[in-house]
């Protein structure tokens, strides 16, 4: 499965040091989300997760780092997640990706809304980076963020760590890692 972040140059926000992350800057923008399954089998072997699509989303995008981790994607406990997934043999992470579905009455919104952060290895958000500030406020541009999306834990498909619908729909966090995501950007049409 794979999920599918995109929003134009014009609806992106720099927001530069402070806050909820302590060094560094993070990309905010109000994003069109795609969740999607892209097996090529004939019946869907896990649960539909487009329904994720109807959200309204806004997106944090910002470098990859192991020890801001917990501060970045609002959980405690990730650091040792990862250090004892690299213990057990997976590869290092270099991309994140954290979600959560906030309510209409927490989001302050009519529908409720997706709270997304993206982390994106340090040399990429780089690139990324140095595009977004030259291209700020352009309308015709696109910028799309994809990552891998594992869905949710269900009776026959279980992941450690990650939540089954009902879980997520009532505030739990999504997050996992990731070999390699990527950002792209493109002319709208």
Known sequence: ??????????????H?????????????????????DVTTEPWPLRGDVSFLNQYPAEIKILPFSVPDIELDFY????????????EDGYPTPVDALGIQYLDAKTSKTDYGLLGIVCGIERSNYDV???????H????????????T?????EAHYSLPDIPTRDEFMT?????????KGSITFYPSK
Request: net charge positive.
């Open 1 to 14: 499965m794979l999920a599918n972040f995109s929003f134009d140059l014009s609806r992106v926000h720099l």
């Open 16 to 36: 530069i040091g402070g806050g909820f992350r302590q060094s560094g800057a993070v990309w905010v923008a109000n994003c069109k989300s795609n969740f999607r």
């Open 75 to 86: 959980q405690t406990g990730l650091a040792k997640r990862i250090a004892q997934g690299i």
């Open 128 to 134: 990324a980076d140095k595009m977004l500030q030259r």
């Open 136 to 147: 700020l406020g352009r309308s015709d541009l696109i910028c799309n963020v994809g990552c």
């Open 149 to 153: 999306f594992h869905g949710f834990n």
């Open 171 to 179: 505030g739990s966090h999504y997050f996992a890692t990731a070999s």
